[in-house]
């Protein structure tokens, strides 16, 4: 099974804009906007921030926001604050009907 | 609020067996799709499998590294979600996590470990 490939890892500091891009196929963030971001700070489950490429359910900052282009999505976060640093996933409904994370981000705030 | 609150992990041999479980409320649990992911101990995120809606005739869906020795069910008179997991491997070890709908999945619980180990 194919994973989205993100970079390892990214960095900022306080007030900055950090971007992580998830790259993936025609096969499913190219063929579909059901792309899902995840934030997972150290032994805590994941929690969405965005679904369908750029919504964010209720109660998560607007300083995070989604986009798509072809078969790459992509998380911006903007004023960078402590609270942000964790790892971060991306997700994507597939052809196949499976879904299908991404490496995985691990952010840090300088 | 929706809860999800997992149980029924732990250690288990290789070949064995382990049925998880994963109780909802706080939403209507008939009306969503509900899946299961899991994460290895410091590796990332792994769908795993998902059961439709009961609706649209309750579908499941699997990774092809659990395909054949895992079973997605649902029991709607109890709002619960199950994952039976048989001839399991090492490479099964880790935390497994039920979450609400599939696309942008809802996760609320804290998971539940199986360790796969002699």
């Known amino acids: 099974q194919s994973v989205l490939t993100q970079p390892a890892s990214v960095s900022g500091s306080p007030g900055q804009s950090i971007t992580i891009s998830c790259t993936g196929s025609g096969s499913d963030i190219g063929a579909y906007n059901y792309v899902s971001w995840y934030q997972q700070h150290p032994g805590k489950a994941p929690k969405l921030m965005i679904y369908d490429v750029s919504n964010r359910p209720s109660g998560v900052s607007d300083r995070l926001s989604g986009s798509k282009s072809g078969n790459t999505a992509s998380l911006t976060i903007s004023g960078l604050q402590a609270e942000d640093e964790a790892d971060y996933y991306c997700?994507?409904?597939?052809?196949?009907?499976?879904?299908?994370f991404g490496t995985g981000t691990k952010v840090t705030v300088l | 609020e929706v809860q999800l609150l997992e149980s029924g992990g732990g250690l288990v041999q290789p070949g064995g067996s382990l049925r998880l479980s994963c109780a909802a409320s706080g939403f209507t649990f008939n009306n969503y799709a509900m899946t299961w992911v899991r994460q290895a101990p410091g590796k990332g995120l792994e769908w795993v499998s998902t059961i439709g809606d009961v609706n649209s005739g309750g579908n499941t869906y699997y990774a092809a590294s659990v395909k054949g020795r895992f079973t997605i069910s649902r029991d709607s008179s109890r709002n619960t979600l199950f994952l039976q997991l048989s001839n399991l491997r090492a490479e099964d070890t880790a935390v497994y996590y039920c979450a609400k709908g599939m696309i942008g999945s809802d996760f609320r619980g804290q998971g539940t470990l199986v360790t796969v180990s002699s």
């Open positions: 997700s994507s409904y597939t052809r196949t009907t499976t879904l299908v």
